[in-house]
């Protein structure tokens, strides 16, 4: 395989991807470059929603497609806000709003553990009865404020206490260590290997 699509349209997982598979020769394409609409995210999992924007994009594409579903899981908020991570403060999507909602509803609560989850979903065709599946965790904090300016998402309030520092502090060599989303494509590349 030395080409697949990418179920995204953010251009920071794109990034993400596009430097974590190039060393494999793996071209990514986007969703957008091939003109493909987003699927719908109807499911109350991660995994559901992965596999159906995968089986999405390689039936309009035609090629392997590659679907992430990943999101933050704070444990004081039973696991939100889980699969609506990109949507927490409704639409259109902004980091910005959600990191401030996030921060509002978090404001008086002294549990802070939160992790990030990653789930990574591989068809080879669109009807792939064994879609390739891998997911990471990575495990961390809700600061009090934002700090940083790397990153996406929820990075400048994802405290490390192992690092003493928030995600968004970290370089993009750093996070392609440790974050759920290398992880998950570590696995899933081992995966690929033996499959």
Request: net charge negative; proline share 5%.
């Given at each position: 395989?030395?080409?697949?699509?990418?179920?995204?349209?953010n251009?920071?997982?794109?990034?993400?991807?596009?430097?974590?598979?190039?060393?494999?020769?793996?071209?990514?394409?986007?969703?957008?470059?091939?003109?493909?609409?987003?699927?719908?995210?109807?499911?109350?999992?991660?995994v559901?929603?992965?596999?159906?924007?995968?089986?999405?994009?390689?039936r309009?594409s035609?090629?392997?497609?590659?679907?992430?579903?990943?999101?933050?899981?704070?444990?004081?908020?039973?696991?939100?806000?889980?699969?609506?991570?990109?949507?927490y403060?409704?639409?259109?999507?902004?980091?910005?709003?959600?990191?401030?909602?996030?921060?509002?509803?978090?404001?008086?609560?002294?549990?802070?553990?939160?992790?990030?989850?990653?789930?990574?979903?591989?068809?080879?065709?669109?009807?792939?009865?064994?879609?390739?599946?891998?997911?990471?965790?990575?495990?961390?904090?809700?600061?009090?404020?934002?700090?940083?300016?790397?990153g996406?998402?929820?990075?400048?309030?994802?405290?490390?206490?192992?690092?003493?520092?928030?995600?968004?502090?970290?370089?993009?060599?750093?996070?392609?260590?440790?974050?759920?989303?290398?992880?998950?494509?570590?696995?899933?590349?081992?995966?690929?290997?033996?499959?």
């Open positions: 395989m030395n080409k697949l699509v990418l179920a995204s349209n251009p920071g997982k794109l990034k993400e991807f596009q430097r974590m598979l190039a060393p494999f020769g793996i071209e990514v394409l986007t969703q957008a470059q091939l003109g493909i609409s987003e699927a719908e995210e109807p499911h109350g999992t991660f559901e929603n992965a596999l159906a924007k995968a089986r999405h994009v390689s309009a035609g090629l392997p497609a590659l679907a992430d579903d990943s999101g933050i899981c704070v444990d004081a908020l039973g696991g939100a806000p889980g699969v609506l991570s990109a949507r403060a409704g639409e259109p999507k902004s980091d910005a709003r959600n990191n401030e909602k996030l921060l509002r509803v978090m404001q008086d609560v002294t549990d802070r553990r939160a992790h990030y989850y990653c789930v990574l979903v591989l068809v080879r065709h669109a009807d792939d009865p064994q879609p390739l599946i891998a997911e990471g965790e990575w495990q961390g904090e809700i600061a009090h404020v934002e700090r940083g300016d790397g996406f998402g929820y990075d400048p309030m994802f405290w490390l206490p192992d690092l003493g520092r928030m995600s968004a502090e970290l370089s993009h060599d750093e996070k392609a260590q440790i974050s759920h989303r290398a992880q998950a494509l570590r696995i899933l590349l081992q995966r690929l290997q033996h499959a």
